[in-house]
């Protein structure tokens, strides 16, 4: 093995051990609180600036954390569409927004952070968009978007987007809320990642047929 050959192999290998270390920090004490120099130290890294030099700013590493998952999400999302092709049901659509992260977080075991790190990061401003921008990059996601719209052609488009917003805080905070209870060793509503999609998917599809009451300017707040 030449020199250079190992000095990559060992920058890619402190890479992903500030990876996980940072993600694992952010997740437990929020994005805010933790400082680069505190994620290299946990890393091991000798060099306080390891952070720095290998990402830049935080919200370059944040891009990172989230872009090292995205892959696996995007090969399941594609293979959930394409199994439901043209389907006119709003849960299979839900069930293809939803199942990737469940099927994800099984596979990593435990513990995991992910989902309380994505929660951490669309709880703040300046970096919640880094998340969304990354979403949507994922070809997948606007095919869901797009089947699901097929399926709603009569919701009105401010409802759509209201009931988007909640499909997203819903999604995001209870497979946070999921993964914390594990890492605690707390009990569960439900018994593995599977269910706790199926009860998501019920509730978020819920959501979306529930019926649209008219409101005008004589109605009570």
């Not at 890619?12 to 400082?35: K, N, P, W, Y």
């Not at 509503?189 to 979306?208: E, N, V």
């Amino acid at each position: 093995m030449s020199g250079r050959t190992a000095r990559a192999e060992r920058s890619e290998g402190t890479r992903d051990l500030i990876l996980v270390t940072a993600e694992r920090l952010f997740a437990e004490h929020g994005v805010v609180a933790v400082s680069n120099r505190q994620i290299s130290e946990a890393a091991g890294q000798g060099n306080n600036a390891a952070v720095g030099y290998h990402f830049g700013t935080k919200a370059d590493l944040v891009r990172a954390i989230a872009r090292r998952h995205a892959e696996r999400l995007e090969e399941l999302r594609l293979d959930m569409v394409a199994e439901v092709q043209d389907s006119p049901d709003v849960r299979d659509w839900v069930a293809c927004l939803v199942r990737p992260s469940t099927v994800h977080l099984a596979e990593l075991g435990s513990p995991t952070w992910n989902a309380r790190f994505s929660a951490q990061v669309m709880t703040d401003p300046a970096l919640r968009p880094i998340i969304i921008e990354e979403a949507l990059t994922a070809p997948s996601l606007h095919q869901c978007l797009a089947g699901l719209n097929r399926c709603l052609p009569k919701l009105p488009a401010a409802v759509r987007a209201e009931r988007d917003a909640m499909a997203r805080q819903l999604m995001v905070h209870m497979l946070a809320e999921r993964e914390r209870a594990l890492a605690d060793g707390t009990p569960t509503p439900r018994a593995s990642w599977h269910d706790a999609g199926t009860g998501m998917i019920d509730a978020i599809a819920g959501i979306f047929l529930a019926p649209v009451t008219k409101t005008g300017k004589g109605s009570r707040s």
